[in-house]
Protein backbone atom coordinates (compact mmCIF):
# COMPACT_ATOMS: atom_id res chain seq x y z
CA UNK A 1 0.00 0.00 0.00
CA UNK A 2 3.01 2.46 0.50
CA UNK A 3 4.52 2.23 -2.73
CA UNK A 4 1.61 2.71 -4.25
CA UNK A 5 0.51 5.80 -1.84
CA UNK A 6 4.21 7.00 -2.76
CA UNK A 7 3.81 6.67 -6.59
CA UNK A 8 0.97 8.33 -6.70
CA UNK A 9 2.31 11.10 -4.60
CA UNK A 10 4.87 11.25 -6.82
CA UNK A 11 2.35 12.29 -9.46
CA UNK A 12 1.12 14.65 -7.48
CA UNK A 13 4.22 16.54 -6.85
CA UNK A 14 5.85 16.43 -10.51
CA UNK A 15 2.96 15.29 -12.63
CA UNK A 16 2.70 13.09 -15.83
CA UNK A 17 6.70 12.22 -15.27
CA UNK A 18 7.02 9.04 -16.97
CA UNK A 19 7.60 10.34 -20.81
CA UNK A 20 10.22 12.41 -19.64
CA UNK A 21 12.01 9.36 -17.60
CA UNK A 22 11.73 6.97 -20.61
CA UNK A 23 13.04 9.89 -22.89
CA UNK A 24 16.21 10.12 -20.41
CA UNK A 25 17.36 6.79 -20.42
CA UNK A 26 17.40 6.18 -24.34
CA UNK A 27 21.28 6.35 -24.93
CA UNK A 28 21.18 8.71 -27.75
CA UNK A 29 22.43 12.17 -27.79
CA UNK A 30 23.76 13.43 -24.81
CA UNK A 31 23.01 11.01 -22.35
CA UNK A 32 26.96 9.84 -22.16
CA UNK A 33 28.49 6.55 -22.68
CA UNK A 34 27.84 5.23 -19.17
CA UNK A 35 24.50 4.36 -20.71
CA UNK A 36 25.96 2.39 -23.76
CA UNK A 37 25.69 -0.83 -21.58
CA UNK A 38 21.80 -0.65 -22.38
CA UNK A 39 20.03 -4.15 -23.81
CA UNK A 40 17.05 -2.89 -23.77
CA UNK A 41 14.57 -2.77 -26.81
CA UNK A 42 11.66 -1.05 -24.77
CA UNK A 43 9.15 -0.43 -25.78
CA UNK A 44 8.98 -3.11 -28.71
CA UNK A 45 10.37 -5.92 -26.21
CA UNK A 46 7.09 -5.64 -24.40
CA UNK A 47 6.06 -8.36 -27.07
CA UNK A 48 8.00 -10.55 -25.29
CA UNK A 49 6.12 -10.58 -22.02
CA UNK A 50 3.11 -12.81 -24.40
CA UNK A 51 6.57 -15.91 -24.22
CA UNK A 52 6.23 -16.02 -20.27
CA UNK A 53 2.71 -17.64 -20.50
CA UNK A 54 4.02 -20.29 -22.11
CA UNK A 55 7.45 -20.22 -20.22
CA UNK A 56 6.51 -18.91 -16.79
CA UNK A 57 7.69 -21.88 -14.91
CA UNK A 58 11.53 -21.26 -15.79
CA UNK A 59 13.12 -18.09 -14.09
CA UNK A 60 16.41 -17.89 -16.40
CA UNK A 61 13.60 -16.87 -19.25
CA UNK A 62 12.17 -14.62 -17.19
CA UNK A 63 14.99 -12.43 -16.55
CA UNK A 64 15.92 -12.47 -19.86
CA UNK A 65 12.73 -11.25 -20.97
CA UNK A 66 13.11 -8.75 -18.20
CA UNK A 67 15.95 -7.09 -19.95
CA UNK A 68 14.21 -6.90 -22.97
CA UNK A 69 11.15 -5.21 -21.34
CA UNK A 70 12.37 -2.42 -19.40
CA UNK A 71 13.09 0.95 -20.25
CA UNK A 72 16.31 0.37 -19.10
CA UNK A 73 18.57 -2.48 -18.16
CA UNK A 74 22.04 -2.33 -18.87
CA UNK A 75 24.35 -5.46 -19.82
CA UNK A 76 25.43 -6.04 -16.02
CA UNK A 77 21.93 -6.68 -14.98
CA UNK A 78 22.48 -10.15 -16.31
CA UNK A 79 24.97 -11.17 -14.30
CA UNK A 80 22.86 -12.67 -11.82
CA UNK A 81 21.04 -15.02 -14.47
CA UNK A 82 24.65 -15.79 -16.20
CA UNK A 83 25.75 -17.25 -13.32
CA UNK A 84 22.75 -20.21 -13.16
CA UNK A 85 24.67 -21.12 -16.34
CA UNK A 86 27.32 -19.28 -17.56
CA UNK A 87 27.84 -18.74 -21.14
CA UNK A 88 30.59 -20.38 -23.07
CA UNK A 89 33.80 -18.46 -23.04
CA UNK A 90 33.33 -16.82 -26.81
CA UNK A 91 30.25 -15.69 -25.99
CA UNK A 92 31.92 -13.86 -22.97
CA UNK A 93 34.69 -12.38 -25.19
CA UNK A 94 32.34 -11.35 -28.39
CA UNK A 95 30.15 -9.32 -25.31
CA UNK A 96 33.50 -7.95 -24.04
CA UNK A 97 34.82 -6.96 -27.41
CA UNK A 98 31.58 -5.06 -28.34
CA UNK A 99 31.19 -3.17 -25.21
CA UNK A 100 34.70 -2.04 -26.04
CA UNK A 101 33.85 -1.12 -29.56
CA UNK A 102 30.76 1.14 -28.48
CA UNK A 103 32.90 2.86 -26.12
CA UNK A 104 34.02 4.92 -28.99
CA UNK A 105 30.33 4.43 -30.95
CA UNK A 106 27.63 4.70 -28.86
CA UNK A 107 25.01 4.30 -31.78
CA UNK A 108 26.22 1.19 -32.12
CA UNK A 109 25.72 0.08 -28.05
CA UNK A 110 21.28 0.47 -29.61
CA UNK A 111 22.36 -3.59 -31.13
CA UNK A 112 23.02 -4.71 -27.27
CA UNK A 113 19.91 -6.30 -26.95
CA UNK A 114 21.19 -9.11 -29.02
CA UNK A 115 22.49 -10.56 -26.53
CA UNK A 116 19.67 -11.09 -24.17
CA UNK A 117 17.84 -11.93 -27.23
CA UNK A 118 20.02 -14.41 -28.58
CA UNK A 119 20.84 -16.13 -24.62
CA UNK A 120 16.52 -16.12 -24.47
CA UNK A 121 16.18 -18.11 -27.75
CA UNK A 122 18.69 -20.55 -26.62
CA UNK A 123 16.85 -21.20 -22.97
CA UNK A 124 13.12 -20.90 -24.82
CA UNK A 125 14.82 -24.38 -27.34
CA UNK A 126 16.66 -25.68 -24.09
CA UNK A 127 13.62 -25.80 -22.38
CA UNK A 128 11.48 -27.00 -25.42
CA UNK A 129 14.45 -29.88 -26.20
CA UNK A 130 13.68 -30.81 -22.29
CA UNK A 131 9.63 -30.91 -23.07
CA UNK A 132 10.47 -33.76 -25.52
CA UNK A 133 12.27 -35.51 -24.01
CA UNK A 134 10.17 -35.34 -21.01
CA UNK A 135 6.98 -35.95 -23.18
CA UNK A 136 8.81 -38.92 -24.93
CA UNK A 137 9.92 -40.49 -21.57
CA UNK A 138 6.48 -40.60 -20.62
CA UNK A 139 5.39 -42.75 -23.42
CA UNK A 140 8.01 -44.99 -23.13
CA UNK A 141 6.83 -45.69 -19.19
CA UNK A 142 2.91 -45.58 -19.61
CA UNK A 143 3.19 -49.02 -21.16
CA UNK A 144 5.02 -50.31 -18.49
CA UNK A 145 2.32 -48.67 -15.90
CA UNK A 146 -0.51 -49.85 -17.68
CA UNK A 147 1.19 -53.51 -17.10
CA UNK A 148 1.70 -53.09 -13.83
CA UNK A 149 -1.60 -51.91 -12.98
CA UNK A 150 -2.83 -54.99 -14.91
CA UNK A 151 -0.72 -57.14 -13.28
CA UNK A 152 -2.11 -56.09 -9.92
CA UNK A 153 -5.53 -56.37 -10.38
Known amino acids: MVPILV ?6 HWGWWIPKWLAALRPIGNVGPFLAS ?3 LYPYGLLFLLILWRYRSSLKIWMFVQSLVMPYSPIYSLAPVLTLRPPPIWASIVIWIFYLITEKNIAMSLWGFVFPLAFLLVEIWRDEKHRIRKVD ?4 LAPIVDATVQDHQ
Open 7 to 12: YLASFI
Open 38 to 40: NVS
Open 137 to 140: REEE
